[in-house]
């Protein structure tokens, strides 16, 4: 099958050579073309625009930073939308606005194009592990349609709903997360001051009824002072801050989301930025 992926950043390469690894002919465009040199060695076909992505394929992923981002991709000069075949598949991986995704599935309908909205998670050890877990939303026949490609880079594949929800159950995900982080920081923190070994007491704690992803893959990470990004700081500000848009308007308060939002934002002001969520832990540095 003839397929486009728009986006080979951290998480984007990784699915881009799973789908290349199942024997998949792959159009890519990144605007840094240099991200995706492994992906052209690999047997991608690296091209200008998504216009020419379009062009090819039948069934593309989009996995890009911001909204922006994905109104450019989609509704620019050289958009998806303009230039995409009849009865294409159009998958956006992105976290992004339900607004805007539902934006993308009206505009493609109207075209004779199909749109789901499938946001992830499970980080960068999913991404190359093919285990991400998928939260989709759309039209039910267009998603038992792509089934098979979403399985060849995710484990935990829902259907959610109509346009908009794969992304509005991404928010309840990063909302969970926010929260979290903030337990597994302050207990590593506890750990250390009451003069344990971190790595033990992770042996005891990420197995029980405190056990969570973040726990048992950030953690670690947290101890070791990684702090290379599988999840951007930066994008993570981002999805929390739609998600709190979107619970304000609703006229719901969500303390422990804004809480997380603002320590995060506090690490960006130190330059943390590009840094993996898991430098949340520098936050308590005295």
């Given amino acids: 099958m003839k397929l486009g992926f728009i986006g080979t950043g951290v998480m984007g390469n990784s699915l881009v050579q799973l789908l290349l690894n199942n ?3 792959v159009f890519i465009y990144t605007r840094t073309a240099k991200k995706a040199e492994n992906l052209v060695e690999a047997g991608a076909v690296l091209l200008e625009s998504p216009k020419q992505v379009a062009e090819q394929a ?3 992923f989009t996995m890009v930073g911001y909204p922006k981002d994905v109104e450019e991709v989609y509704f620019g000069e050289n958009g998806l939308l303009e230039y995409a075949k009849e009865n294409a598949v159009l ?7 339900p607004s805007l995704a539902q934006r993308i599935f009206q505009a493609a309908a109207d075209k004779g194009v199909h ?3 499938a946001p992830v998670s499970g980080g960068d050890v999913g991404a190359k592990k093919g285990t991400l877990s998928i939260m989709v939303g759309g039209e039910q026949p267009t998603f038992i349609s792509v ?3 979403l399985e060849l880079v995710g484990e935990n594949i829902i259907y959610q709903g109509p346009a908009g929800a794969g992304q509005h159950t991404k928010m309840c995900n990063q909302i969970n ?3 979290n982080m903030i337990g597994v920081c302050e207990s590593l923190v506890y750990a250390k001051k009451a003069g344990l070994d971190p790595e033990t007491v992770l042996r005891s704690i990420s197995s029980g009824a405190a056990g969570s992803w973040s726990l048992s893959n950030l953690a670690p990470r947290m101890i070791a002072d990684d702090f290379q990004p599988g999840f951007y700081i930066k994008h993570f500000i981002k999805d ?6 979107e619970a304000e308007a609703w006229g719901l308060n969500l303390p422990g989301l804004r ?10 002001d130190k330059g943390y930025s590009d840094n993996g969520t898991q430098a949340l832990i520098k936050y308590y540095d005295n």
Avoid: N
């Fill in 58 to 60: 039948d069934v593309i």
């Fill in 115 to 117: 749109a789901l909205d």
């Fill in 23 to 25: 024997h998949h002919e």
């Fill in 91 to 97: 998958i956006d991986m992105t976290t992004s606005k």
């Fill in 240 to 245: 929390m801050k739609i998600a709190a848009e």
């Fill in 147 to 149: 089934l098979p490609l």
């Fill in 259 to 268: 809480l997380s939002l603002s320590m995060y934002e506090s690490l960006v």
């Fill in 177 to 179: 997360i926010a929260s």
